[in-house]
């Protein structure tokens, strides 16, 4: 089976009636969600899995909204001990696009009819780097608007901790979502993986201000982390919903030969798939309205793992849109899917991806989690 082979394989439709009915349960609780999260038998996974695309279907609908990743620099200040592009490793090839490689990117974006685009880094607060951003962004509202987008790509930011003043200047040049992983709530796991400045509570002030300054926020976690527990992953999906978040990316933990963490004793692939699966499955019945991604890193563990985290209640998937050229120096762990395929071939493997999964693409549309809409009060279900 290759990456582009879609699912047709229906697989057990037995369920368990323990799990049956989850999604009329009014709150689940700590317990059910650890019961949840450590389903194994075929037919607890499927009935767990049915349940949380009810739900899915239920408050989201059918869409899956497209959001291009462009990963605009592999430079770093960090040294997280899991992260392929950490400071400390030296073979690196460092690269940095520019404003127009970025924008262009965008444009790509626009013509596949994504509504939407990720600009992701390494953790970089220089004033070069937030310049060079802020002018892209700026440039891809205005450079980006079609018959179909009047209001240009919608514009989601992932690059890291950054001061106010630094969000503010983003927001103000049009990028209306931030995603900001705070990787384990787990705070003693937090210190553990992550040397130096940033902390649990720094990250959690930023996803606090982040709020403040008015962007749609969204938060995720590595999963199957050395030493993490399903009581761990428990309550990082309480967190979610203790800090109202709008938008959800998580995917298994892979540990990365060439650092600290490549050799710690993780759960094996399959079980660290089934656990990724059940988080999506848990955090859709918990949340019920926010969006959740079903990520690369999923993919690069199973072929069709994407397809199945839209199948266990995700609704968000990133194609890759980074040019070519620079996607190999940009691997924060081993196995990365499509680095062969240009972008074109990307989108048109996508479409089929997301039908097979019976899903329809939201093409040119924002795909806003109707959990951001119903807080701000947007009534165009459109964007
Ligand atoms: N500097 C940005 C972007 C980081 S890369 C930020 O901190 O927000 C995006 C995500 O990749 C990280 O948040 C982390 O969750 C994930 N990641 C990094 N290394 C990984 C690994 N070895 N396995 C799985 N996910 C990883």
New binding site residues.
Partial sequence: MNSCTPITKKGSRAVSAEFAGLAAQPALSRADLIRILGAREKSQIEAVRAEAERVLLRNCGNGVYLRGLVEASNA?A?D?L???IRKSIREVNRYTLTADEIVACAKACSEFGYGSMVI????RSDRKFIDLIVEAVHRIKRETRTSQQPEGLGVTL????QTRETYERLHDAGAHRY???I?TTNPELFAKIHPGEQTFESRVECLRLLREVGYQVGT???IGLPGQTLGDLADDILFFERLDIDMIG???????PG?P?GTAECPDIAERIRLALMMIAATRLKLRDVNIASTT?LQALDPVGREKGLKFGANVIMPQVTPQDVRRDYQ??PGKPCLEENARECQSCLGMRIEAAGRKVGYHAWGDSVHARRRKAVPDDSR
Wanted: charged content about 10%.
């Fill in positions: 770093c960090c997280c899991y992260c392929g992701q880094s390494g953790e992932c690059i890291g901790q995603l900001l992983r990787e995720g976690v590595m998580m995917g298994p933990f892979i540990p990365h650092t963490l890193a924060l762990y």
